[in-house]
Structure formats: C-alpha cells, structure tokens
C-alpha cells in the first residue's frame, strides 16, 4: 500500500495544490490525467485557475504573497503549522510552491508529495474523492492577480 496513504492514516494530511475545479472533480487538469478527483481526504490548500497556474501564491509584480497571508487563510481549512502536511498537485511543480513557504518559514513537519494526484490515480487501490468532501466551499482566497488588475492595484487592497 502506498506510503502516503498509511501516512495519511496516521494523521498526515495531504494538502492539495490544484485549482478548484481539478479539486471538485470537474476536470483532470492535465491532457494526459485521465482520472478526476483528489486523494480521499485531501484538503484543498489553494492554487490558481487551472493546472499551468499558482496565482493565489503571488502578488501582480510576481513575487511571492506574504506567507502569513496564505497561513491565515490555511488556518480557515483547519491547515495549521504542528500539523504533519503533505503538499502535491497534479505532477508537483504547484505543491512545491506551498511546501516552499513553510520551509521559508521554519514548518517542520511538510514534504512534497512527488507525483501528485497523477501518482495516486494510477493506483487503484488508494481511495478518492469526487467531490469537495461535506461540500466544502470554495474559500476567498483574498487574490485577484490572476483576474483582471487595476493599473497599480494590489491584490491585497
């Protein structure tokens, strides 16, 4: 059985980096992903609008968003810095942003889960979700780069 799966088990929470859409199971995300949804149990922890996108992970000049503004909004999906968290995405170049900013910030107990969703769907023994689990909202992620800018705006004002 996969390691993360018995991980997960244990308590480690697998946190998803996917857009909103990949994450409720309306698209895969990727041409060659074939299955739709999320590790059962997964927790979505944010992204952007779709797979080639992170944007709520960064301000309109480009640069990272302020890590406590993005813990801030983790804390609301019961996401908290003691918690043992996975982060991946379809593949993991997304993940590794989230898991990035807690390294920046001193989290000890994050990793990357390497292979993502694509991984997991290709087991068919681990479990999945199809649907935001006890349909779970989308959150405010309190981001519009990635929508349209005013000339000078923040994302934050």
Known sequence: MDQKYLKQKEGLKLISNRA??????????YSYIKGIGEPKG???????????????????????????????????MDIKKDDELAFYCGTGWRGSVAWFMTQLT?????????????????????????KAPKNIKKIDTQNDYGKVLKAKASCKS
């Open 106 to 130: 001193g989290w000890e107990k994050t990793y990357l889960y390497d292979g993502g969703w694509n991984a997991w769907q290709m087991d068919k023994s681990l479990p999945i979700q199809t």
């Open 42 to 76: 997964a927790i979505w922890g944010m992204a952007g609008h779709n797979s080639s996108d992170i944007s709520d992970f960064y301000d309109p000049d480009g640069t990272l968003r302020n890590p406590n503004e993005i813990f801030k909004l983790w804390e609301k």
């Open 20 to 29: 909103w859409k990949e994450y409720n199971g309306e698209i895969s995300g």
